[in-house]
């Protein structure tokens, strides 16, 4: 027979599954090296391409059967991550423009290609949570060619039920790779063909 604990945590998984979960998706944008910013102009898409209107799902019973889809809580996914990769590349030392009025300018896009997350009820009250994004960044030029393009991979999990936490998790383990390379030779030889003026880092000396 079961105990009344046993029960009660039983109810409360219940409700952990039936009743879903948002996602606020604010991960925190890597912060601006020292040095003096390129000044070079280059777009970002809107919104990236592919990405889910449902984030993942919390599962229950022993199977893992997915019972309550998780969403987005404060606007488009879509929409919300480009502007974190606008900002980091802002912050990396661009200067981003609006990419529909300016189609002499490089524009980066984003094409998700997995972005999916988990939980797992059953044990609670410690209920793990993880999951993981694919994307790929391309730079388009005003002639469409495609000079730079690369994939990321983030991924990140916890016990306490938290899909906001791994979800931001695994954004900033991205965008900390998408800075890394903004900052980059390869990627400024790419946009703005001057890699050449700047230091090891990327930036133009002051």
Request: charged letters at 15%; one cysteine or more; proline letters at 7%.
């Amino acid at each position: 027979m079961c105990s009344s604990a046993a029960l009660q945590g039983l109810a409360l998984s219940l409700v952990l599954a039936a009743t879903g979960c948002s996602v606020k998706f604010d991960p925190t944008i890597p912060p601006a090296p020292a040095g003096q910013p390129y000044g070079d102009s280059l777009a970002v898409e809107q919104a990236a391409r592919g990405m889910p209107e449902v984030v993942g799902h919390g599962r229950f019973t022993v199977f893992a059967i997915e019972v309550a889809p998780v969403t987005f809580s404060n606007g488009p996914g879509a929409e919300v991550f480009m502007d974190q990769i606008e900002q980091t590349f802002e912050a990396a030392g661009y200067q981003v423009v609006d990419a529909s009025s300016a189609a002499a300018v490089p524009r980066v896009e984003c094409q998700i290609d997995e972005f999916d997350f988990s939980n797992y009820t059953w044990l609670f009250p410690i209920v793990p949570t993880w999951g993981g994004i694919d994307l790929t960044l391309r730079l388009v030029d005003a002639s469409g060619n495609v000079p730079w393009e690369k994939s990321y991979s983030g991924s990140s999990w916890n016990l306490w039920y938290s899909f906001s936490s791994a979800v931001n998790g695994a954004a900033e383990k991205i965008l900390e790779q998408v800075a890394e390379d903004a900052r980059g030779q390869e990627f400024r030889r790419a946009c703005c063909g001057g890699a050449e003026q700047g230091d090891a880092d990327g930036f133009s000396p002051p």
